[in-house]
């Protein structure tokens, strides 16, 4: 297949680069059409309805609007970087389409070609690079303006994605040993029998929770949280380039959706029981069955955003270092062992995996009872503090006055009961508790 699409014609080339980014484009804006329809509805609100029939226009005459707007560039920004930066999110989003198989050969004005711009033996490494690259975007906005909370939001940014860019990287591991290419239409080509969404579960379910993380959308919004950072990195932007950004984001979502659908979900090939129709996988058919995949996916993005709310900064970064990478890395050596153990006896890959990912969910779903555990353990330490702290403090119960610790309540035993009381052997007279009570300091004595 790689051979046949570096054998395409320039403007064979030429138009499927235009295809791509008008398909691209009109996705964004569908999807955020979609997503403001499908939370208004989730919240019982009616959602966009005006422009055009069901409000499908709203996305078009919103982008409009942001074209028109005002543009307001900070003082002490950064000139340069601070325009490249939503040049830079915004390229890297389209170009990493390059890769993705849209379908198998068809016939485009009389040539037989591929429905797919190109591909490699390593293209999916080619898609985490340019994703990798595309968060640059991100703190150079965040540091180019010149502004203290674009820069905390850019610095969020940058370890969220390195955390669950780890996480993602890891979940493809395995589709890399089962598959044995890193091709991104040979891995849809050994999709054929059953998907990798069935027997490697594990990957599939870590890459799906990774792929919210690395596109900063809820509960793992943390760059651009309002909350705390008013709008995150790119808070000083405004007009078009605000707009750049926000292309960007949706832009994204539809390349991880569609990465998920290529190596998880069979890619182009028709789902059962439409499969068993012979002509599902010929011609512009597949197509449709990718555009119902990715939608899905994105249609779990919105699901996610209209029911869950935001976590803290450090439990989402927990989760991602103790929970998703350590379990990446056991699954991992399942796999591996898997494809040993099948090569040396006569026992079946599928059967292998099923039962490693038997014991890595309840490995993790016995980590995940301990850490329950735990946290009630330290909560219930907690109260039982907060509750001794909470009970009355007689500062002069040992004799001496002592100062309370925060969240004491003062007590005072009466002088009388005081006044026998012996200290260090000392006893204690109500003058003295009288003087330790008004702060005088006792007479001297005086002698002959």
Do not use: C
């Amino acid at each position: 297949m790689s051979e046949m699409t570096f054998n395409d014609p320039w403007w064979l080339v030429l138009l499927k680069v235009i295809a791509i980014f008008a398909m691209l484009v009109l996705l964004t804006l569908f999807t955020i059409w979609w997503e403001r329809r499908v939370v208004a509805r989730m919240q019982s609100r009616v959602g966009p309805n005006r422009v055009g029939p069901f409000g499908l226009l709203q996305s078009l005459m919103d982008g409009f609007k942001l074209a028109l707007k005002e543009e307001i560039i900070p003082k002490t920004a950064h000139r340069a970087v601070y325009w490249i930066a939503p040049v830079i999110s915004a390229t890297m989003a389209f170009i990493a389409f390059a890769v993705i198989p849209f379908g198998p050969m068809v016939s485009i004005f009389g040539v037989e070609t591929p429905l797919q711009l190109t591909d490699f033996p390593v293209s999916v490494l080619y898609v985490l690079a340019v994703a990798s690259i595309g968060i640059y975007g991100i703190v150079l906005a965040g540091w180019s303006s010149g502004s203290t909370y674009p820069l905390l939001g850019g610095l969020r940014s940058s370890a969220q994605m390195i955390s669950y860019e780890l996480a993602m990287s890891m979940s493809f591991v395995a589709v890399f040993l089962y598959a044995g290419s890193m091709s991104t239409s040979e891995i849809v080509a050994a999709q054929e029998p059953i998907w990798y969404a069935v027997i490697l579960l594990p990957s599939f379910l870590i890459y799906v929770t990774a792929m919210v993380g690395e596109t900063n959308r809820a509960p793992f919004d943390l760059p651009e949280a309002e909350g705390e950072l008013v709008g995150g990195f790119h808070t000083e932007y405004s007009s078009l380039k605000f707009a750049l950004f926000f292309l960007a984001e949706y832009i994204n979502m539809v390349t991880v959706s569609a990465l998920a659908t290529t190596l998880f979900l069979g890619g182009w090939r028709a789902p059962w029981p439409i499969s068993l129709w012979e002509s599902a996988n010929t011609g512009w058919w597949p197509l449709l069955w990718w555009l119902i995949k990715v939608q899905l996916f994105i249609f779990v993005f919105i699901w996610l955003r209209g029911t869950l709310p935001r976590l803290r900064y450090d439990q989402f970064m927990r989760f991602g270092w103790k929970v998703l990478i350590p379990a990446s890395l056991v699954w991992i050596v399942i796999v591996a062992a898997a494809r040993v153990v099948r090569n040396e006896f006569s026992v079946t890959t599928q059967e292998l995996l099923l039962v490693g990912a038997g014991a890595l969910i309840a490995i993790v779903l016995g980590s995940w009872v301990l850490q329950i555990r735990t946290a009630r353990q330290e909560k219930r330490e907690l109260e039982e503090a907060a509750a001794e702290a909470a009970k009355p403090f007689d500062p002069y119960a040992g004799g001496y006055p002592v100062p309370p610790l925060p969240g004491q309540e003062f007590t005072f035993t009466s002088r009388r009961a005081l006044a026998g009381a012996t200290v260090a052997g000392t006893t204690v007279t109500a003058t003295d508790v009288s003087e330790a009570v008004s702060g005088e300091a006792p007479e001297e004595e005086t002698h002959a």
